[in-house]
């Protein structure tokens, strides 16, 4: 079967508000998580590219970088003013971890990186990420030369934060823990994608709840450990019965799923694992909804033939 090619995006899709954000953390949580961006590589103004914020205590730990990850935390801080927004202030903005690098979780990285500091952060950005970090920030440093300079020794520069706009990298080669403080002890666990030698989901363990991100990927590797008696599991979901009209991937159903399914996880795959792994929250996020026309639900009501348990559809300014 030869599907149709379709349209690089879907303008009924662009065209479909998810809703406002919502509050869903329990009452008295500790450690809550911030979607700072629901979307994909698809540009849609409803969602911004994938991201996060885990908030635990007074401190901020960001994930991945996606595309207007800038205005995605001012919209989560603006969402709940009372309940967040000084934990997305800029000068909170010191932590961040890349599950992988793909271009739609690492674009906004400049952003992340320099505007923070251009509205006070004062000591240099910290990056863990997969192998290939370091050159990736070290090249960004070259390229935004010009901006270094003039905001460093140009008229009005903030000569106590002369440092800040360096960064410091971590880069993580191996599964197991890759942070730890006071607040929170932070493991990476690579699971398979696509041909990456290194990609994490990230397990955050505080004092009263496990939250795990498990950015892009198959269940195959370590995912298991990521995953396991989470209290929340931030997971994509990806539509199988709509494949054969997906943008990318071949020009057959056949050549569509066998690359798809390399890099992403089935909806049944997903309902299996994460009843397995006794996951007490399901949030998806970075959602492929291939109808045409668009139906926003399509999707949910897809996976929901799989899965009984608690799960919400993500949306940007949404905090658990």
Aim: aromatic share 10%; hydrophobic share 35%; with cysteine.
């Amino acid at each position: 079967m030869t599907p149709r090619r379709g349209t690089p995006w879907l303008l009924s899709e662009i065209g479909f508000a998810p809703g406002p954000p919502r509050y869903l953390a329990p009452e008295g949580a500790k450690a809550r998580a911030v979607v700072l961006g629901s979307g994909g590589v698809t540009p849609n103004p409803h969602r911004h590219g994938p991201g996060a914020a885990v908030i635990v205590n007074d401190t901020t730990y960001l994930i991945d970088a996606g595309e207007g990850i800038w205005r995605g935390l001012a919209w989560a801080a603006a969402s709940h003013p009372e309940l967040i927004a000084e934990h997305l202030a800029p000068h909170r903005l010191t932590t961040l971890f890349l599950t992988h690098l793909h271009s739609d979780h690492t674009i906004g990285l400049p952003a992340v990186w320099l505007m923070p500091w251009a509205y006070g952060r004062e000591v240099p950005l910290e990056v863990y990420g997969p192998i290939g970090t370091r050159s990736l920030m070290e090249h960004l440093e070259q390229a935004y030369q010009a901006d270094l300079q003039e905001r460093t020794f140009g008229p009005g520069a903030d000569k106590r934060k002369i440092d800040a706009h360096k960064t410091v990298t971590h880069e993580i080669e191996d599964s197991g823990t890759v942070y730890e403080d006071g607040n929170v002890k932070i493991e990476a666990f690579h699971h398979k994608h696509g041909n990456f030698e290194q990609n994490f989901a990230y397990r955050f363990t505080s004092q009263d709840r496990v939250i795990a991100w498990s950015g892009d990927g198959r269940v195959e590797g370590q995912l298991d450990k990521a995953a396991q008696d989470a209290d929340l599991f931030f997971c994509e979901l990806s539509t199988e019965d709509m494949i054969a009209n997906a943008n990318w991937g071949g020009e057959t159903v056949e050549e569509k799923a066998k690359t798809i399914w390399s890099y992403h996880i089935r909806p049944k795959e997903l309902a299996d694992f994460a009843t397995e792994m006794n996951v007490k929250q399901l949030v998806t996020m970075h959602e492929r909804n291939y109808t045409d026309p668009y139906e926003p639900d399509a999707l949910m009501r897809e996976f929901k033939r799989h899965y009984s348990g608690p799960v919400h559809s993500a949306r940007d300014g949404d905090v658990f």
